[in-house]
């Protein structure tokens, strides 16, 4: 399997953990929120706009084909939780995920592994990996990037705030599939925001790296 496009969440969430001892494994990735992948998918371009706006059965057959365009996965192979000391629970989503991780020694040391051995030898048809994740300040950006550089080593820059290239390999950020509120609408432009601009400049980014 040779994919254009790889499409990235951060880790196994603890519903996808969960369901692994009892859903077909094509079941888990996005569980219960593949309609707002599809929507985020279709807004920047990688897929039509699927018919009767069945965005779910879309992603269904996306993930289920092994000899397609996309393949799907995590940043981070395993479940990931962070202790809360305001709440005093652990967590497993949630702002700050990742740059909190890495903030530890230990969390550094899983990230970096699993990015040095899932992103260091993409094939060379792969041009293009979506990332969901944005951080309110754009925050979880800079951690991937960190991650990223880490694990291809060579002459990274930003596109525009959302993108990062080393002129083979382009990392779009999208808003994250399970942002609650009106983070999602606000970032497909349904709302009047200026969060609205990431979802268009994610867009120009998938189809400048796709040009070619």
Known sequence: MEP???????????TQTGAMASSPHDEIAYKGSRMAVGKILVH?????????????????RLISDRNGRFHFGSLVRCTVERFDEKTRNWKGSGGGMLDKFMGTQFGNEVATNCASQFLGALPT?????IMFGLGSKLNYISAARKLVEAARPGNWRMLNEVT?????????????????????PNWLGIND?????????????VQAALAD
């Open 193 to 205: 925001h200026p969060r609205s601009e990431y979802g268009r400049k994610s867009r120009e980014a």
């Open 44 to 60: 920047i371009g990688v897929v039509p706009q699927p018919e009767n706006s069945d965005y779910r059965g879309m992603v269904d």
């Open 164 to 184: 990062y290239s080393d002129g083979n390999l382009t990392f779009v950020h999208v808003e994250h599939f399970a942002s609650q509120g009106a983070l999602i």
């Open 4 to 14: 254009e496009i790889v499409v990235l969440g951060f880790s196994k969430g603890p």
């Open 125 to 129: 048809k792969t041009r293009l990996v």
